[in-house]
């Protein structure tokens, strides 16, 4: 049976409209547009019949989990590892503002960029797929719904595609869409990035 895994990213919040990095441990709530469009991913993703959800630890994660929570009717579970990227001193700025500083660099600089006080690309990418892994490893042939951030799912696609690290560059997940991945004990395949046909209905 294949593992069937549903990454979403949390509804909007003030911090996205502002087109800037939110910052870890950000208190930084779901708006009320937010919270809407994770009722409406909520709606779809009731339809796969989901068998565990798991949520980020960042706020604005567990409200979005809350909710898809409660619509399904599936407890969620708090884990460590599928946080966004810790920007540190960088954190609060707009992404024109952070490229202005990765611009200037090879994409191996990059990778292994530390922002002051914050996490480089390297360790972030790691700990994403190390709790990807776990979660697989725990919930073979099940449906799994993640709720995580648009930075992480986007670290995350070359490594379910199976391509290399900068492709990621291509890909920016909107607020409460879905990624649908299946896994069939070997590989993953790609079944949707990026869904937001639930949204605005």
């Given at each position: 049976?294949?593992?069937?895994?549903?990454?979403?990213?949390?509804?909007?919040?003030?911090?996205?409209?502002?087109?800037k990095?939110?910052?870890?441990n950000?208190?930084?709530e779901?708006?009320?547009?937010?919270?809407?469009?994770i009722?409406?991913?909520?709606?779809?993703?009731?339809?796969?019949?989901?068998?565990?959800?798991?949520?980020s630890?960042?706020?604005r994660?567990?409200?979005?989990?809350e909710?898809i929570?409660?619509?399904?009717?599936?407890e969620?579970?708090?884990?460590?590892?599928?946080q966004?990227?810790?920007?540190?001193?960088?954190?609060?700025s707009?992404?024109?503002?952070?490229?202005?500083?990765?611009?200037?660099?090879?994409?191996?600089e990059?990778?292994?960029?530390?922002?002051?006080?914050?996490?480089?690309?390297?360790?972030?990418?790691a700990r994403?797929k190390?709790?990807?892994?776990?979660i697989?490893?725990?919930?073979?042939g099940?449906?799994?719904?993640?709720v995580?951030?648009?930075?992480?799912?986007r670290?995350?696609?070359?490594?379910?595609?199976?391509v290399?690290k900068?492709?990621?560059?291509?890909?920016?997940p909107n607020?409460?869409?879905?990624?649908?991945?299946?896994?069939d004990?070997n590989k993953?395949f790609k079944?949707?990035?990026?869904?937001?046909?639930?949204?605005?209905?």
């Open positions: 049976m294949k593992t069937v895994l549903i990454f979403v990213r949390h509804g909007e919040t003030e911090v996205n409209t502002e087109k990095l939110h910052k870890d950000d208190p930084n779901l708006n009320n547009v937010g919270k809407e469009q009722q409406e991913a909520g709606e779809k993703i009731k339809s796969y019949k989901p068998d565990v959800i798991y949520s630890k960042e706020k994660a567990l409200q979005s989990a909710i929570s409660m619509i399904c009717g599936v969620f579970k708090i884990v460590d590892g599928l966004e990227r810790n920007w540190g001193d960088l954190s609060g707009t992404w024109p503002e952070i490229q202005v500083v990765l611009d200037k660099m090879t994409l191996d990059r990778f292994n960029y530390i922002p002051p006080n914050g996490e480089s690309w390297k360790k972030f990418d994403l190390s709790k990807l892994v776990e697989v490893k725990n919930h073979k099940r449906t799994v719904v993640i995580t951030h648009g930075g992480a799912i670290a995350l696609i070359p490594y379910l595609l199976g290399s900068e492709e990621s560059f291509k890909y920016d607020n409460a869409s879905l990624s649908i991945f299946e896994h004990g993953f079944k949707t990035v990026n869904d937001t046909s639930h949204l605005g209905k």
